[in-house]
């Protein structure tokens, strides 16, 4: 008859298994994640946002907005990027992003030539950040280092998207509780508010600012009368700034002249405390540079599947 196992050493193990599950769940992103394991992405990535932001320099907005759209919801997992199906309706249906969000054309090439150099190892995440990030540099503004090692959700919520996603009619309390449900400063919230420096938007998120709001410039407003009429071509575009495809300080300096495109970009320079930061980051361009780039980091590590958690998605807009 075999001699039972001591309780001391079923505990120990018991410690151990639970020790190793646990370092499975909680894996840190680093920066050399796929140094041995797919030591071409960064490269294969550049390539594919390069050759569509050239082509299309609106694309660079796209893809960071895509970024913002996808971490503000549940984390930074790829969950934005999920097709509806028959049984199943996720965020890109969502209010915020229905008609609007775009990019995955994109993300879509550069995982097919992801999966032909290294099958199964990188995340649909991951990709979305690096091409942010790579989007950001072509239009002339910072780089930052990107921290590796997401993995892609199973799950998207259309709810939460449209629950979580600031709305562009926000007012200041609005964004600031917005932002600070996600753990950002005030100051972290304009700072990233200014990746409205590139790209455009369409007449149905600011007619109400150019027909109503009083702290517009009037000539402004005009101008973006003429592309948006009152009762429809909701879908067509105006830039955010002065400068829509270059990266740069620009947005702070048209909402001092009260040329915020979007009730929520004028709302950050309106007579509160807010106006101070903007008039920092519209003198100092490299103060802007500097606190943006802190942010986006923080930014694209919330709530990160790591480890043994979510999966890495053959086909971006499925789950295997």
Not at 277 to 305: E, R
Request: net charge positive; glycine share 6%.
């Amino acid at each position: 008859m075999m001699n039972p196992i001591p309780s001391s050493m079923y505990n120990v193990a018991l410690i151990l298994l639970f020790s190793f599950l646990l370092g499975m769940s909680s894996a840190k992103l680093s920066e050399n994640f796929y140094k041995k394991s797919c030591p071409k992405v960064l490269s294969i990535i550049k390539s594919g946002v390069r050759y569509a932001v050239l082509a299309e320099p609106r694309m660079g907005a796209s893809l960071l907005r895509l970024l913002f759209h996808d971490c503000f919801v549940n984390g930074c997992d790829a969950s934005i990027l999920l097709d509806d199906t028959v049984n199943f309706i996720g965020e890109k249906s969502a209010a915020p992003n229905k008609g609007s969000i775009r990019g995955f054309d994109v993300i879509d090439k550069i995982k097919t030539q992801v999966e032909k150099s290294c099958p199964g190892v990188v995340s649909c995440a991951d990709i979305l950040t690096i091409a942010s990030r790579d989007s950001v540099i072509l239009l002339g503004g910072p780089s930052w280092k990107v921290l590796l090692g997401r993995r892609d959700s199973t799950t998207a919520s259309f709810s939460d998207a449209n629950r979580d996603l600031p709305a562009p009619a926000f007012n200041l309390s609005q964004l600031i509780s917005s932002f600070s449900n996600k753990g950002f400063s005030v100051r972290e919230m304009v700072a990233l508010s200014g990746a409205h420096t590139i790209g455009l938007a369409r007449c149905v998120s600011f007619r109400d600012r150019i027909y109503n709001d009083t702290n517009i410039n009037a000539s402004f407003a005009r101008s973006l009368q003429a592309i948006c009429p009152r009762s429809k071509d909701d879908n067509n575009l105006a830039p955010l700034d002065s400068t829509p495809k270059t990266f740069d300080n620009g947005y702070f300096k048209n909402l001092l002249s009260q040329k915020g495109l979007l009730h929520s970009d004028q709302a950050l320079f309106n007579g509160s405390f807010t106006d101070s930061i903007v008039n920092t980051y519209s003198a100092n361009p490299s103060t802007f540079a500097s606190d943006f780039t802190k942010a986006i980091v923080k930014m694209s590590t919330l709530s990160p599947l790591t480890g043994s958690n979510g999966q890495i998605r053959k086909n971006c807009r499925k789950i295997n």
